[in-house]
RNA sequence: CGAGGUGUAGCGCAGCCCGGUUAGCGCAUCUGUUUUGGGAACAGAGGGUCCCAGGUUCGAAUCCUGGUACCUCGACCA
């Protein structure tokens, strides 16, 4: 009941004929359907969302337990997201660097709230080295070689970064520092999900260390609009930025800020997180500087991360039942183009057009693929691609090129027409920019009309059955937030950082409230 | 970590209850021919430690015990 059938017609094609053109479509549809043998969101939005993941060939399990494998085609989507945030990092001042996997078991117990956040899942190294079984049955771990000190996997960073800073900082001239790495974490989780929470995954963590308290809060605010400005414009993901509530927050924060977006069944699911760490890990790590009047000061430090539960986002914000929708800005290519030929002279005919096309597709920054295979009908390469979620899909046969026409579809409204080849390369390159607007504005409809505002608690029990996001106003104490969790199963997401802020009274204790805070059942 | 379900060819499944020739079906693969504007047709071929380890039995995919992996729902989780 939370999911909204998206047919949205270009208004340029919309007329009698092609009504009848897309019912007859329809039926085409529902057969792929079957074939494909994707569940639909409404039979189980989950095991849709499991479907997709591995008919799409975008990751699969892998032979540890919580830990998957991304497939070349989920993993060139990463890689997109990739470069445009790093490119982002860059361009706000920051460099990459790299540290260790494994931290010293008592690094993690030097910050308190640190290591009571993390300690329940930590993957642990007690041993450097196997040896032969005496029986004879492979190997074992070798007794002999147990490490005088435990490594954990790091689940995060800050401890052997925050020891590293350490030796980098004497002087406020040593400041700002500002880092970023790409690397892998570990978080021994119980119940994992394909991107959503695995047991490993692959994430940036920035880690920058300031001489001034306003300077690092400002560090975490800007990165924080960094992630909103990336998930919307490259992702076409509407979110809320806000701070969370102090259960919520990040252990060993004094603020996290953070990006909650809303998926299709009405879950929300928290995509990236800045921290403002105050000075917590500069007194754990000892780690001060000299500043202009020669006094010692501890340092002020942020950090922040997305991960490959970006992916997760994206998936569950834009795809439908047909399969994966991806915007033009992330899709491994943009374009498939896929000829319909008798015989091999008409096919050498279309490759020589199709090259054409694609030299000038290509000189616009337009990535294309074309599928010229023989091994598969044209119809099953259109369900392919369309499961695959490629924006776009030119088909290019006979009638065409006499025609010197090229049929094009678009994954985001599932509507095809036929256009001239005279200036097809913009034509698509605007059509791509088309898509990629028209899927952000169909995800923030649906984020619209599925954020309500209530006055009471039973209003919010009520409505918070629905799915969505609930604005309502909260006294601000942990005990009235955990009443509302244990009762509704509904979370604080954030306290929005922008919109309403009008003051009155918390809909459970009737204490003052500053202003309405989102609730949401989350991943 | 708790409850339930599933594990048989690359993928999806039947067979198991009630043990008995050579373990079967669809898709995919290979060969050939015809096809190609929304998941092609015919003919032929190849492909299996029936999740693993024990046990019962003349005989186990099938029954029993233990283990393991995955899925669903809980608990947990920034």
Not at 271 to 278: A, E, K, N
Not at 297 to 314: D, I, K, N, P
Not at 387 to 398: H, T
Not at 439 to 459: G, Q, S
Request: net charge negative; charged share 25%.
């Amino acid at each position: 009941m939370y999911f909204c059938t998206y047919f949205v017609l270009p208004l340029y094609s919309y007329n009698e004929c092609t009504v009848i053109k897309i019912k007859k479509r329809q039926k085409y549809f529902e057969m792929a359907k079957e074939l494909k043998e994707l569940t639909s969101r409404s039979e189980s939005y989950s095991q849709w969302y499991q479907d997709l993941v591995i008919k799409a060939d975008l990751a699969e399990n892998s032979a540890v337990r919580g830990c998957m494998v991304i497939k070349p085609y989920g993993y060139a989507i990463w890689e997109k997201m990739q470069r445009y945030l790093d490119d982002m990092f860059k361009e706000t001042g920051h460099v990459n660097a790299y540290f260790p996997l494994f931290i010293p078991k008592s690094f993690l117990s030097k910050e308190a709230d640190h290591v009571e956040g993390f300690a329940k899942e930590c993957a642990v190294v007690t041993h450097y080295r196997l040896k032969n079984n005496p029986d004879g049955s492979g190997v074992v771990v070798d007794p002999a070689a147990k490490l005088e000190e435990e490594l954990i996997v790091r689940p995060t960073s800050e401890t052997i970064i925050w020891n590293t800073y350490r030796n980098w900082i004497q002087s406020h001239r040593d400041l700002p520092i500002l880092c970023n790495q790409w690397a892998n974490v570990v978080r021994w989780e119980m119940r994992t999900r394909l991107f959503l929470r695995t047991a490993e995954f692959l994430w940036q963590e920035g880690h920058t260390a300031h001489a001034t308290e306003a300077e690092a809060v400002e560090e975490a605010r800007k990165m924080l609009e960094v992630y909103a400005n990336f998930a919307e414009q490259y992702m076409a993901v509407p979110v809320v930025k806000g701070v969370k509530s102090a259960s919520e927050r990040f252990a060993g924060a004094i603020d996290t800020y953070t990006i909650e977006a809303l998926m299709q069944d009405g879950k929300a699911l928290q995509s990236g997180t800045s921290h403002f760490l105050g000075q917590n890990f500069a007194k754990a790590f000892d780690v001060t500087f000299t500043d202009k009047n020669g006094s010692q000061e501890y340092v002020w430090a942020t950090s922040w991360g997305v991960s490959t539960r970006l992916m997760g986002a994206l998936i569950m914000t834009h795809s439908d039942d047909n399969g994966l929708v991806l915007p033009p800005k992330l899709a491994p290519f943009q374009v498939v183009i896929v000829p319909i030929f008798k015989g091999e002279e008409q096919l050498n005919a279309i490759n020589e057009k199709v090259a054409e096309i694609t030299a000038k597709l290509k000189a616009l920054g337009i990535s294309v693929k074309y599928d010229n295979s023989d091994n598969k009908k044209p119809g099953w390469k259109f369900a392919e691609y369309e499961l695959k979620g490629v924006p776009v899909r030119m088909a290019m046969g006979a009638r065409d090129m006499q025609n010197n026409t090229v049929e094009v579809a678009r994954r985001d409204t599932l509507t095809k027409e036929t256009v001239s080849l005279d200036n097809i390369d913009q034509y698509i390159k605007n059509l791509l920019d088309e898509i990629q607007a028209n899927i952000f504005k169909k995800a923030a409809d649906y984020r619209t009309n599925n954020t309500r505002t209530v006055e009471t608690y039973d209003e919010f029990k009520e409505e918070i059955e629905k799915g969505g996001f609930i604005l309502a106003h909260w006294d601000g104490t942990p005990e009235t937030e955990e009443l509302i969790k244990t009762e509704t199963k509904a979370t604080i997401r954030c306290i929005p950082l922008e919109g309403d802020k009008t003051p009155g009274v918390c809909m459970v204790t009737g204490k003052p409230s500053a202003q309405r805070v989102l609730f949401a059942r989350a991943y």
